[in-house]
């Protein structure tokens, strides 16, 4: 019956929690206030943080909300009031709002020359921010963990190399961006450039077309104007002239006159002896063409020793 009644009140005791109130469990650097992982699931994230405990002492703490709070500052808060860490201040604490969809790393002093902001950064965006949206938060974090530790350990030269170089290429990601954005801009207002003159280009020859239209047709009419009839006598047949009006008076004719030859004057014309000759030379053109072209856990206390923090880390959302 007890039992039955802590189960009715879970819901409302996970959906109340406050962080400035919840303690640590030294049996376990896992504190799920949400009920997401299961006992095997904790078994085995303990096994492996306690494999690193002298290199790196790792938290794990799931809370539905931060009410409010924004994250990064409940984080800090949570590292100094549990002091996460030993005397090295080798602390990392991983906090995970569930259902606020966010998460936050906070660095000891000690590890933050290693754990630097950029790299927890992308650690969380690559390895525990995609499972976590598609609801595979054990794996999200297991991952997490895993990679965490690697960069604590041996591989701790590779992955900054590797933050360095991502964060290069992101660099120059945007900076391609903003060239390609400029290149586009600038075809765009060439093309509308081209569109505007050859608009205006064809309004003039409409206007030109229109206007010399306008012309024939008034030159037509002035033809019709003048058209005059002259009668011959017989019929009338239509004569367009741009003379003056003729009316129906007939065609004055002027006489001719004969010129007298003058035999006694005549010259005859000289003879040629003239023999064409032909001579034609034809030079055809050339033309030349060219063409182109994943244990077990045993009884240990995960108590810490007194690290804090200054606030170093980064947050994530998903």
């Known amino acids: 019956m007890k039992n039955i009644i802590l189960l009715l009140l879970l819901p409302f005791q996970l959906f109340s929690q406050d962080l400035k109130t919840i303690t640590h469990d030294v049996s376990s650097p896992i504190d799920d206030y949400t009920g997401t992982f299961s006992e095997m699931q904790k078994i085995e994230l303990t096994s492996l943080i306690k494999k690193y405990w002298d290199t790196v002492q790792i938290a794990i703490v799931m809370v539905p909300s ?38 936050f790393m906070s660095t000891g002093g000690g590890i933050q020359g290693e754990m630097t902001d950029a790299i927890t950064g992308r650690l969380q965006r690559t390895y525990a921010t995609p499972k976590f949206k598609q609801g ?25 190399a590797n933050a360095v170089a991502a964060s290069s290429s992101k660099d120059d990601d945007g900076i391609f961006g903003w060239i390609l954005l400029i290149i586009f801009g ?11 003159f050859s608009r205006k280009q064809r309004k003039e020859k409409e206007a030109q077309d229109l206007l010399n239209k306008q012309r024939m047709d008034k030159q037509l009419e002035d033809l019709r104007r003048n058209k005059t009839y002259v009668d011959t006598g017989k019929s009338k047949y239509p004569s367009y002239t741009s003379g003056a009006y003729l009316g129906s008076q007939p065609e004055k004719k002027t006489p001719k006159t004969e010129k007298k030859k003058d035999y006694d004057s005549y010259i005859p014309p000289p003879s040629y002896d003239y023999t064409p000759s032909y001579s034609s030379s034809y030079n055809s053109p050339s033309s030349s063409s060219s063409s182109s072209s994943s244990a077990s856990s045993s009884s240990t206390s995960f108590d810490f020793g007194g690290g804090s923090s200054d606030g170093g880390g980064s947050d994530s959302s998903w």
């Open 66 to 103: 931060t009410n409010g709070e924004d994250i990064s500052q409940a984080s800090v808060e949570l590292f100094n009031r549990w002091g996460i860490g030993s005397k090295s201040n080798n602390g990392l604490l991983i906090l995970i709002a569930k259902n606020d969809r966010k998460m």
């Open 186 to 196: 600038i075809g765009m207002s060439a093309i509308g450039l081209g569109l505007y």
């Open 136 to 160: 595979d938060y054990y794996g999200g974090v297991y991952s997490l963990v895993e990679e965490s530790i690697k960069v604590l350990s041996s591989n701790s030269t590779e992955y900054k």
